[in-house]
């Protein structure tokens, strides 16, 4: 398996852009591969994190890292397909305030989970999905969320997509 860290610009972009709502917040690490951005929410005061990803030297890497650091009380890791977790969560009643998506670039993944119905039911008000992706992949409209900015990092994008509140 080869693993793609997100960059540490893009890191930074994105807890700049999430602020201090990461603090005391419910964090969803979607395809979480080493489980960098999860556990930089965690030490930036986030309450919890779950880190899902499909692949076994991923989530064995999750768990030694979540070790290594102390963090174990505060994350869940699943082993999952991510869009087959977003039902899982859905049946849970698991809710997230923030979610960073982050799956292989070479696969359809990122549609897949975006087109997930599950969304509403998981995610909170005023949520935001961060979507990290290959710059030719065109992240699509989504009903009930509008996309509010897109970071560039050489080929690699940052799209953030806002829950729209229902009136």
Known sequence: MAMRPTAAALR?????????????????????????????ALSRGAEGALFVDNHPAAIAL???????LDLEGRARVLRRDAVRALAEFERRGDAFDEVFLD???????????????????????????????????????VAGWVSTDCRKFGDTLLTVLRRVEEK
């Open 62 to 68: 999750i768990r030694r890292n979540l070790g290594a």
């Open 103 to 141: 799956p292989p670039y070479d696969s359809d993944t990122a549609v897949r989970c975006l087109r997930s119905p599950r969304w509403r039911a998981i995610i909170r008000a005023r949520a935001r999905i961060f979507v990290e992706h290959r710059g030719v992949l065109v992240v699509p409209a």
């Open 12 to 40: 930074e972009t994105l807890f700049n852009l999430i602020g201090p709502d990461i603090v005391g917040c419910r964090f969803l690490d979607l395809c979480a591969g080493s489980g960098s951005v999860g556990i930089e």
